[in-house]
């Protein structure tokens, strides 16, 4: 098979002073995950590569200038699933991790479960030598920012409001959905799909969202397709978007129209927005995004494109 | 003195009442399940008496109220303080010997859920999931954070609850895995020390859920845990996972599964399950099309599924060797039970 590379770094109304770095930054990561493939490397090893690179980016939310919880701190998701097996490993509100797709990959491969969260999530970090660092390495002025404008706001509107801040003016920069995800299929026709993510902005302390839960924000499997997701993660958990992209891709719906129908059946039957990256088993890459923007970029033996608006392809 | 005499409209009272009416288009059901594995006979009585229990108590509330969300959480409710069964009180430990639970409550109308994964020191997290899905707009909270939503919100939540939550059973069992585990590791025999949970995960199981469907086809799914023996503390089965353990949408099913928990999360089993049986397959088939599927995909997986369809219609199967359950239609009024393939006890219900 020929080897594909498919990255995010999330779907939202990205404003153009994060627009470049964006654009950059999902480049960046396609290259990483392909230097991987060309050098002997499957593609569970690409896609935690490419996720690396988007979880060290400060401009992404995810590791590296990830959102604030309430409380100020960082809180962590990220899951990473290959297709033959469908090995899944998962972990979700770790903190002081600067790669938590490297503990997802630990937990698939070392612990006998899928999922930790929390202090057990970190407890086995430590027992598997994933290095913990101080929460401050991971937080970016821009997200101590994002937190202090939420905050002031909720506090403002709490009296007169429920919480449905989500739909104030200028709150789409406090609400960013800079999820960071990657598909690949390598030579052998394995397919891998990750996720990761800091979550909303101000969230509450402990709340996951759909990036770490199987079927939601990722799925893989070689019988049909591997997905990763990113948009309003109690919406996408709600219908749980990334298997109703891989079962479409099942019955043979070619990966763009999987995912522009799941995303309608989804913005019509909750009402969130988001987006989604694909690979399905022929190798057919399928992007879509019903927010206004989404950074991606694609990799292949034939073309590296990337995109930000709807519709735009531009190589690199 | 003007007195405002009450004037019945009747046209616009006419039309009300048609339009509950057309609104009406489903029997009331319930299904609730006690969790499918390898059910040692001698808990045989406890599980079929615990279930019908559970079933009552549920039925009770949907008959009242209509309200399938409140029947589910009721029937749970009695499961989790029940100690035949691996959830609230009766959990499975963590291999630290603390009880950690994860629970869900989904509502088939608008799809909105709320669920815990990991939550401890709560007697019953079907009722934290509740508060979640109606009071905030998130679906999910873990660990700490989902303890500390339930302290705001009026739920008991001390250390003393999670000592009232571990059975002396479990805490036996807890010791047998340690045991197993030090036993192989000095004997290095091929059995790795990940041999005894993996065993045990396939042991009682004891997972329960709970299905309801009312007059007007709304559908609400639930799912409590404590989740396997000997765990790793923060560890998150399918419960909590829609798609995965738990399922509910009105324009198709809601569904539970119970097993092993890594297995179903890893297939998508009450996805699964929808999607079989908006194919056309029957939902007593569908369950067992997607337990077929995880276990032929990831052999040491097996387990159970209950199921109410759209339009009312009751499935259930296991491929593992036992799953205790009841349900109970309204055009039947009979109350059905088992926990052995083929059985199917019944006992007339009467209102108490």
């Given at each position: 098979?020929?080897?594909?590379?498919?990255?995010?770094?999330?779907?939202?109304a990205?404003?153009?002073?994060?627009?470049?770095?964006?654009?950059?930054?999902?480049?960046?990561?396609?290259k990483?995950?392909?230097?991987?493939?060309?050098?002997?490397?499957?593609?569970?090893?690409?896609?935690?590569?490419?996720?690396?690179v988007?979880?060290?980016?400060p401009?992404f939310?995810?590791?590296?200038?990830?959102?604030?919880t309430?409380?100020?701190?960082?809180?962590?998701?990220?899951?990473?699933?290959?297709?033959?097996?469908?090995?899944?490993?998962?972990?979700?509100?770790?903190?002081?991790?600067?790669n938590?797709i490297?503990?997802?990959?630990?937990?698939?491969?070392?612990?006998?479960?899928?999922?930790?969260?929390?202090?057990?999530?970190?407890?086995?970090?430590?027992?598997?030598?994933?290095?913990?660092?101080?929460?401050?390495?991971?937080?970016?002025?821009?997200?101590?920012?994002?937190?202090?404008?939420?905050?002031?706001?909720?506090?403002?509107?709490?009296?007169?409001?429920?919480?449905?801040?989500?739909?104030?003016p200028?709150?789409?920069?406090?609400?960013?959905?800079?999820?960071?995800?990657?598909?690949?299929?390598?030579?052998?026709?394995?397919?891998?799909?990750?996720?990761?993510?800091?979550?909303?902005?101000?969230?509450?302390?402990?709340?996951?969202?759909?990036s770490?839960?199987?079927?939601?924000?990722?799925?893989a499997?070689?019988?049909?397709?591997?997905?990763?997701?990113?948009?309003?993660?109690?919406?996408?958990?709600?219908?749980?978007?990334?298997?109703?992209?891989?079962?479409?891709?099942?019955?043979?719906?070619h990966?763009?129209?999987?995912?522009?129908?799941?995303?309608?059946?989804?913005?019509?039957?909750?009402?969130?927005?988001?987006?989604?990256?694909?690979?399905?088993?022929?190798?057919?890459?399928?992007?879509?995004?019903?927010?206004?923007r989404?950074?991606?970029a694609?990799?292949?033996?034939?073309?590296?494109?990337?995109?930000?608006?709807?519709?735009?392809?531009?190589?690199? | 003195?003007?007195?405002?005499?009450?004037?019945?409209?009747?046209?616009?009272l006419?039309?009300?009442?048609?339009?509950?009416?057309i609104?009406?288009?489903?029997?009331?059901?319930?299904?609730?399940?006690?969790?499918?594995?390898?059910?040692?006979?001698?808990r045989?009585?406890?599980?079929?008496?615990?279930?019908?229990?559970?079933?009552?108590?549920?039925?009770?509330?949907?008959?009242a109220?209509?309200?399938?969300?409140?029947?589910?959480?009721?029937?749970?409710?009695?499961?989790?303080?029940?100690?035949?069964?691996?959830?609230?009180?009766?959990?499975?430990?963590?291999?630290?010997?603390?009880?950690?639970m994860?629970a869900?409550?989904?509502?088939?109308?608008?799809?909105?859920a709320?669920?815990v994964?990991?939550?401890?020191?709560?007697?019953?997290?079907?009722?934290?999931?509740?508060a979640?899905?109606?009071?905030?707009?998130?679906?999910?909270?873990?660990?700490?954070?989902?303890?500390?939503?339930?302290?705001?919100?009026?739920f008991?939540?001390?250390?003393?609850?999670?000592?009232?939550l571990?059975?002396?059973?479990?805490?036996?069992?807890?010791e047998?895995?340690?045991?197993?585990?030090?036993?192989?590791?000095?004997?290095?025999?091929?059995?790795?020390?990940?041999?005894?949970?993996?065993?045990?995960?396939?042991?009682?199981?004891?997972?329960?859920?709970?299905?309801?469907?009312?007059?007007?086809?709304?559908?609400?799914?639930?799912?409590?845990?404590?989740?396997?023996?000997?765990?790793?503390?923060?560890?998150?089965?399918?419960?909590?996972?829609?798609g995965?353990?738990?399922?509910?949408?009105?324009?198709?099913?809601?569904?539970?599964?119970?097993?092993?928990?890594?297995?179903?999360m890893?297939?998508?089993?009450?996805?699964?399950?929808?999607?079989?049986?908006?194919?056309?397959?029957?939902?007593?088939?569908?369950?067992?099309?997607?337990?077929?599927?995880?276990?032929?995909?990831?052999?040491?997986?097996?387990?159970?599924?209950?199921?109410?369809?759209?339009?009312?219609?009751?499935?259930?199967?296991?491929?593992?060797?036992?799953?205790?359950?009841?349900?109970?239609?309204?055009?039947?009024?009979?109350i059905?039970?088992?926990?052995?393939?083929?059985?199917?006890?019944?006992?007339?219900?009467?209102?108490?």
């Open positions: 098979m020929d080897p594909v590379v498919v990255v995010h770094g999330g779907a939202w990205i404003p153009e002073s994060m627009a470049e770095r964006s654009v950059l930054g999902v480049q960046e990561a396609a990483a995950a392909w230097r991987v493939l060309e050098t002997g490397g499957n593609s569970i090893d690409a896609v935690e590569a490419a996720i690396t988007l979880e060290d980016d401009v939310d995810s590791g590296t200038g990830a959102v604030l309430m409380d100020g701190t960082v809180e962590l998701d990220a899951i990473i699933m290959e297709g033959n097996s469908l090995g899944a490993g998962s972990v979700a509100c770790v903190e002081r991790i600067k938590p490297q503990l997802a990959r630990k937990v698939m491969e070392q612990a006998d479960h899928v999922m930790l969260v929390g202090k057990g999530a970190n407890m086995f970090a430590e027992e598997c030598g994933i290095p913990q660092v101080p929460m401050e390495q991971l937080v970016t002025p821009e997200a101590i920012e994002s937190w202090e404008f939420f905050k002031k706001y909720r506090c403002t509107v709490q009296t007169l409001f429920s919480n449905r801040v989500e739909e104030l200028g709150s789409e920069f406090v609400n960013g959905h800079e999820t960071v995800g990657c598909v690949v299929m390598d030579k052998t026709g394995l397919l891998t799909a990750g996720t990761s993510t800091g979550g909303i902005t101000a969230k509450r302390v402990g709340r996951v969202g759909d770490p839960l199987i079927g939601c924000g990722a799925y499997d070689n019988a049909s397709a591997a997905v990763s997701c990113t948009g309003h993660g109690e919406s996408i958990s709600k219908v749980c978007l990334a298997s109703l992209v891989t079962e479409k891709c099942r019955l043979g719906i990966p763009n129209k999987a995912i522009r129908e799941s995303l309608s059946y989804m913005n019509k039957r909750v009402g969130g927005a988001g987006g989604a990256i694909c690979i399905d088993n022929k190798g057919n890459i399928g992007i879509g995004f019903n927010t206004e989404m950074a991606w694609s990799k292949t033996n034939v073309e590296s494109v990337y995109g930000l608006d709807a519709g735009e392809r531009i190589v690199f | 003195m003007i007195c405002a005499i009450p004037v019945v409209n009747y046209k616009l006419y039309v009300r009442i048609i339009l509950v009416l609104k009406m288009k489903t029997k009331l059901a319930l299904i609730v399940h006690g969790g499918a594995g390898t059910v040692a006979q001698s045989h009585p406890q599980k079929l008496a615990g279930v019908q229990q559970a079933l009552r108590a549920g039925y009770e509330v949907l008959k109220t209509n309200n399938p969300v409140d029947a589910v959480e009721a029937s749970i409710k009695v499961m989790e303080l029940d100690e035949a069964f691996n959830a609230g009180y009766g959990s499975m430990l963590t291999c630290n010997g603390e009880v950690e994860d869900i409550l989904i509502r088939g109308s608008d799809l909105k709320g669920a994964g990991a939550m401890k020191n709560v007697a019953h997290p079907i009722s934290v999931c509740k979640i899905m109606e009071k905030t707009p998130h679906v999910l909270l873990v660990g700490d954070g989902a303890e500390q939503f339930a302290k705001e919100h009026g008991p939540v001390t250390v003393t609850t999670s000592e009232q571990t059975a002396p059973r479990a805490r036996n069992l807890l047998r895995v340690l045991a197993k585990q030090t036993v192989a590791s000095t004997e290095a025999s091929d059995s790795s020390h990940d041999d005894a949970p993996k065993s045990l995960s396939k042991g009682e199981g004891g997972t329960v859920g709970a299905v309801a469907i009312n007059t007007f086809g709304e559908i609400a799914a639930g799912t409590s845990t404590g989740g396997i023996a000997a765990k790793l503390p923060g560890r998150v089965g399918d419960t909590p996972i829609i995965g353990g738990t399922f509910c949408d009105d324009a198709i099913c809601g569904a539970g599964a119970t097993g092993l928990g890594e297995a179903i890893r297939t998508c089993v009450c996805s699964r399950i929808a999607n079989a049986l908006e194919k056309g397959e029957e939902p007593n088939q569908a369950c067992l099309s997607a337990l077929e599927f995880m276990t032929s995909r990831i052999p040491e997986g097996d387990g159970g599924a209950i199921v109410l369809t759209k339009d009312g219609e009751v499935g259930f199967n296991f491929n593992s060797n036992q799953m205790s359950w009841a349900y109970i239609k309204q055009d039947e009024n009979v059905h039970y088992g926990i052995e393939k083929g059985d199917d006890f019944t006992v007339p219900y009467s209102d108490s």
